[in-house]
C-alpha cells in the first residue's frame, strides 16, 4: 500500500503565494508520474500540474508562469509552490502519484486533499 500525505494549504489574499508539499510512503518501487490536481464546487477534478520521472514539468495555461511543481526522486516528494493567486485558485487541492509498486503493479494513488481559499 501507499500513502499520500499533503500539507501546506490555507487561507491567502489575492495576489499572495501558498506552498503546497505531498510526501508518498509505502511499498514503493518507483515513481513515474507525481502532480497536482484541484476541485473546486461543482466543478470537475482539473490537472494543476504534473511532473515525471525524467523532470519534465507541465502545467495548464490556467496556471502556467504562476505555479511551479518540483519534485525529489530521493524523498519521494513533490511541491506546489503557488504564486500570484487569484480567488478561482481556490478549490481542494490533491496530490497525485502514478506508482510501481514494489509488487510489480502500476497504480495511481491520491492524497486526502488540503483545501486552498484565496480571498480578493
Known amino acids: 500500500q501507499v500513502q499520500l500525505v499533503e500539507s501546506g494549504g490555507g487561507l491567502v489574499q489575492a495576489g499572495g503565494s501558498l506552498r503546497l508539499s505531498c510526501a508518498a510512503s509505502?511499498?514503493?518501487?518507483?515513481?513515474?508520474?507525481m502532480g497536482w490536481y484541484r476541485q473546486a464546487p461543482g466543478k470537475q477534478r482539473e490537472l494543476v500540474a504534473a511532473i515525471f520521472s525524467g523532470g519534465s514539468p507541465n502545467y495548464p495555461d490556467s496556471v502556467k508562469g504562476r505555479f511551479t511543481i518540483s519534485r525529489d526522486n530521493a524523498k519521494n516528494t513533490v511541491t506546489l509552490q503557488m504564486n500570484s493567486l487569484k480567488p478561482e485558485d481556490t478549490a481542494v487541492y490533491y496530490c497525485?502519484?502514478?506508482?510501481?509498486?514494489?509488487?510489480?503493479?502500476?497504480?495511481?494513488?491520491w492524497g486526502q486533499g488540503t483545501q486552498v481559499t484565496v480571498s480578493s
Open positions: 497525485n502519484a502514478v506508482v510501481h509498486t514494489t509488487d510489480s503493479f502500476i497504480k495511481n494513488y
Open positions: 509505502g511499498s514503493i518501487f518507483s515513481i513515474n508520474t
